[in-house]
């Protein structure tokens, strides 16, 4: 249940979860319950669903996910079936305005050498006498002059794509990696990068 409450899309967890929800006198209905209203979730059938007059078959989902229109139909085996109705908002495909820095044309060796001539390497001793207050200063009016020339600021449309549940950490990595073996092998065509 915890990955479930990573999702920035709606959530619904439903079926048959073999817990008497319905009897307050049961242990495992009542930890049920418990965990969750502990994590924002609400389970929203109120009837038997089960032959033996018990709620086993639920229909689950965070409390701000808006669910109408649950009945209990016609029993199709010893369960209901269970019908319910989920408001989803369809994510918005505009593109949104974003700020970022061109690093594709960053080129380290001109902004070491620019570096190397700066305040902050030219005469150390100056520095000697200066507060921390002021070097932190110095260090980042340097550093933010020398990447607006080497690599300035730049405002993109970036297209937004919906949240994909598959996509964790683990496949990013593998993306990331990928991309920049590809980038190597564009960059010097050797075979021992191909």
Known sequence: MSDCLDYSCPVVLCGDFNI????????????????????????HVNTATHTARHTLDLVITRSDTDVTGVRVGDFISDHAVVHFTVQVKRPTDEPQLVTRREWRKFDK?????????????????????????????????VMTQLLDKHCPVVTVRHKVRPATPWYDAECRDARRIARAVERRFRRRRSEADK
């Open 20 to 43: 008497h929800v319905d009897d307050s006198s049961s242990l495992h209905g009542a930890r049920f319950a418990d965990l969750l209203q502990s994590v924002g979730y609400v389970q």
């Open 109 to 141: 060796d001109k902004f070491m050498a620019d570096l190397a001539a700066s305040e902050l390497c030219t005469d150390l001793q100056v520095l000697d006498n200066m507060s921390a207050d002021d070097l932190a200063a110095l260090y980042r009016t």
